[in-house]
């Protein structure tokens, strides 16, 4: 159909000339010369290709829509399912901003990745005040993962079931004064139903969807050998005992100065469990140093170009078909990023702009998929 077309524009072009109407002629070499306005991320991708998305945004921002509509074939949701946001009072559960994102992957026809069950962040006041035997807060982790999985059955093709369990050091998060120092760093999970709740979790999950695929979910993974190791063996040893795993995502929020070889290392040797891998949460900052008067260069987009690519090549060189379940960017464009909020700083980490408009590195993102 590509190529069919180039062929025939080139011969009218050619006719044209002959037939002596250069204007004519103009006209058909600029439209020639134009990128294809069909080609998007999705179209050109031999595997899904998703964002992080806000159904906000979606409703009220028409570029944003836009370029959700057109350019992916899968979306996650960003905040709307996490355990604040889904589950903000012990007995209520509100369903509709994940249910506008549910909508819209069905009418659309794409695929819809839920994120997520368990996380050691972003959980309501009320969990932290919540007094209870063991039995009781088993019942809490139960009936909040099965109450939205049921839910969303059919309509979720994946589930982020827990998210980032483990330290940079590999150690499992469960103690309040961590490796990594921060107050919030424990985990609550951890601390009340013991250290398997990572593989309850999974169970859960699987009991309310059997056809939901179910993936474990962490950062840093090609920065530290420790929590990549750890990642691996728990993974291991869930394959062992039949716990229901089936993927696993890297969330791959790198910057330019991320070195190159973790970031091999840690797509091959996650591809090596032979589960399914989803690049779930990339974005490459330009300003890892928090320089507050940075510019965003010529020479600094050449560099995250050249690291889109080098992410997009790898994961096809060293992931096999049958386990790549795709690319998911953490949100849309740079106006919508959650690193410039997050870590109050400058930066421009997407492949759209503040306006919605295709960036340089997004032309490099997509040769590197198609090639
Ligand atoms: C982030 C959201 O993008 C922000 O809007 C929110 O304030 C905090 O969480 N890893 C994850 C995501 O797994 O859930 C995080 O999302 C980004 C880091």
């Not at 691996?232 to 993927?247: A, D, Q």
């Not at 953490?330 to 997407?350: C, E, F, H, Q």
């Amino acid at each position: 159909m590509k190529s069919y077309s180039y062929i025939n524009r080139a011969i009218i072009f050619f006719k044209t000339i002959a037939a002596g109407t250069p204007f004519l002629a103009f006209i058909l070499l600029s439209a020639f010369l134009k990128p294809q306005s069909e080609e998007t991320l999705q179209s050109a991708a031999p595997f899904p290709i998703g964002a992080a998305v806000n159904p906000f945004l979606l409703q009220t921002d028409s570029a944003y829509r836009r370029v959700v509509e057109t350019e992916f074939n899968s979306i996650t949701s960003e905040n709307v399912l996490k355990w604040a946001a889904v589950h903000p009072a012990e007995n209520k559960f509100d369903f509709s901003k994940g249910d506008t994102l549910a909508e819209f992957a069905l009418s659309h026809h794409i695929r819809f990745h839920g994120h997520n069950l368990c996380w050691y962040q972003y959980n309501p006041k009320w969990l932290s005040s919540f007094k209870g035997d063991s039995a009781a807060w088993e019942r809490l982790f139960k009936t909040h993962i099965q109450t939205v999985v049921s839910h969303y059955k059919g309509k979720v093709a994946s589930w982020d079931v827990v998210n980032e369990a483990f330290h940079n050091d590999g150690t499992l998060r469960s103690e309040k004064n961590t490796p990594d120092n921060k107050p919030d760093d424990g985990c609550i999970w951890a601390r009340n139903l013991g250290i398997d709740y990572i593989a309850r979790a999974f169970q859960y999950a699987h009991e309310a969807d059997p056809d939901a695929l179910l993936f474990y979910n962490d950062y840093d993974q090609e920065i530290y050998p420790g929590k990549l190791r750890s990642i691996i063996n728990m993974v291991n040893y869930f394959k062992k005992r039949g716990v229901p795993i089936n993927g696993i995502g890297i969330q791959m929020h790198i910057n330019i100065l991320t070195p190159k070889d973790g970031i091999t290392n840690a797509i091959k040797q996650l591809a090596n469990t032979g589960l399914k891998i989803h690049i779930a949460e990339l974005d490459i900052s330009v300003n890892p140093r928090n320089d507050p008067n940075i510019i965003y260069s010529d020479s600094l987009q050449n560099l995250q170009s050249s690291l889109f690519a080098f992410v997009v090549q790898q994961y096809k060189l060293l992931v096999p078909k049958e386990q790549q379940y795709g690319i998911t960017t953490w949100n849309v464009g740079d106006a919508d990023s959650w690193i410039r909020p997050t870590y109050k700083k400058k930066d421009w980490p997407l492949l759209f702009d503040d306006s919605y408009a295709k960036k340089p590195v997004y032309y490099a993102f997509i040769n590197a998929l198609k090639n």
